[in-house]
């Protein structure tokens, strides 16, 4: 049954019978016959096929559900279990928003890696908005996000501080300019996080007690990653807010310059995110781990 579970949790991911197949080593009638034998043992179609297609039921929604929550308490287990014989080891599933993954948690990790060399880590990246949606689907068991949207089944633990700068390249006119108005910032070709980010969000609610809307703004371009963002800077007159860690060498290298705004300072703290009451002993460690390099009282 455990495997037969597993065959079910795999195609209904992939929504295919001949990817599962590649991705558990076996033939495609073998996936057949035990999402068969699932749907003779429960009487009910768990997917719908049509042609090539395929997509869960009501009954197949359910059991994926269901089949999460399995595979979640076996990895407890698993870790659970190594740790009485004094070996952590396991499967640890994180998520980070793309600002995170890409310049806070790579250190942690191999840090993390250094300690504990048997547990496995897999990393999702994505926007805020991806990243809270994967732990509400179980298919991660923590994340580190840069914003929150208080979602009441999520906890939100602050993690770092933030801040978020107006930036242009060096090219730029406004390069040897200290101070802007918040008039002029309106004049200017901005770029922005695509819609879902935490960033934009932030930007957005630190923009709205001064009485500006992000429709007031001169927006040329929406896109879905910092590098994106200061590569576009690189090669434009146009000026963004970035994370300050994000831009460290480029600061050092006199290759971007911040702009102050009167009146404006956009400040955010990164958050640690799990489900309410359901954070397991693995994600436990890490959280200590994180707790402990950054002296954090959590």
Sequence with gaps: MDFRLKVFYTVANRLSFTKAAAELFITQPAISKHIQELEDYYKIKLFERNGAKISLTKAGVVLLEHTKS????????????????N????????GASTTI????????????????????VS????????????????EIEIGI?????????????????????????RTNPLFSKEKITLKELQSLSLVLREQGSGTLEVIEY?????????????IEMQLGSTESIKSYLMNSNCVAFISIHAIEKELKNNELVIIDVDNLIIERYFYIISLHGKTNALSELFIKNIVNHYNLKL
């Design 70 to 85: 399995i595979f979640g308490i076996y990895r407890e287990i698993d870790f659970d279990m190594s740790t009485l014989i």
């Design 87 to 94: 070996q952590q080891s396991g499967i640890l599933r994180l």
């Design 101 to 120: 993954s890409q310049y806070i948690i790579p250190p942690i990790l191999a840090r993390f890696h250094q300690k504990l060399q048997d547990i496995k």
């Design 123 to 138: 990393l999702r990246n994505g926007n805020t908005e991806q990243i809270e949606n994967a732990l509400i689907n179980k």
């Design 145 to 169: 996000v840069e914003g929150q949207t208080k979602n009441t089944t999520i906890k939100y633990t602050e993690f770092l501080k933030d801040e978020l700068v107006l930036v242009c390249n």
């Design 206 to 218: 630190a923009l709205k007690p001064l009485g500006i809307n992000l429709s007031q703004l001169n």
